[in-house]
């Protein structure tokens, strides 16, 4: 079966600017995950849907990351504006359900902010 | 804050060589996965071991999990130069379906 695609797979952009990343999860998994990974450190959850609902976003700076995850299929995560300290890997995920199933990840989007 | 702490945090050993990788939690869990991230395939799920359990085996991978000490090991047996990658555990805690994850072992494997 496809995994998890996420697009693009490097971005660079000043501080200050826009981006947006995209994610399509493995077909049929209701729950998806946006990851943020700072190099060195384990993955932060920031985001979790289930189908198009959110149900935790607790670790998600609302001030400048927004994310949807539109039918309940693809998602999309932004950051407006950014700063040097988003520069990291941004990790999507799915899962058939968010109880206890194990967690299917993509590629993953390495961000620089300059 | 991360709940799992691994150790050692990076790890070298000869190919044919058993590695074992350590993890430890401060709060009561449901369950406890292990991860490992190379560049090649990415972040990929290797084994699960719920709170009741206390041993678990897949291949040439062998999971423990003490919940009276808080802590679990990985130990990957006969190892290849393939498994050379960074090794995560992540907590799933009770009443949450949350991952949380550890900042991860470096393991290398020499051929």
């Keep these: ?114 | 804050s991360q709940q799992g702490e691994e150790d050692p945090q990076a790890l070298s050993i000869q190919e044919g060589e058993n590695a074992t990788m350590n993890c430890s939690y401060k709060t009561s869990i449901n369950n406890l996965q292990w991860y490992r991230q190379n560049s090649g395939r990415g972040l990929v799920h290797l084994i699960l071991i719920r709170s009741n359990e206390r041993e678990k085996h897949s291949g040439r991978l062998r999971v423990t999990l003490d919940t009276s000490k808080k802590s679990s090991s990985l130990l990957i047996t006969a190892s290849r130069a393939a498994d050379t990658a960074s090794y995560f555990c992540a907590t799933s805690g009770a009443g949450s379906y949350q991952l949380t994850f550890g900042k991860g072992t470096k393991l290398s494997v020499i051929p």
């Design chain 1, 1 to 114: 079966e496809a995994g998890v695609a996420q697009s693009p797979r490097y971005k660079i952009i000043e501080k200050r600017q826009s981006v947006a990343f995209w994610c399509n999860p493995i077909s049929g998994h209701a729950t998806l995950y946006w990851y943020q990974q700072i190099l060195g450190q384990g993955p932060k959850l920031l985001i979790q849907f289930q189908n198009n609902g959110v149900v935790d976003d607790s670790q998600l700076p609302k001030d400048r990351f927004s994310a949807e995850r539109l039918k309940g299929v693809d998602s999309t995560l932004k950051i407006q504006p950014a700063k040097l300290e988003d520069s990291a890997v941004y990790l999507c995920a799915s899962s058939l359900d968010y109880s206890l199933y194990e967690q299917y990840f993509g590629p993953g989007t390495r961000l620089t902010v300059t």
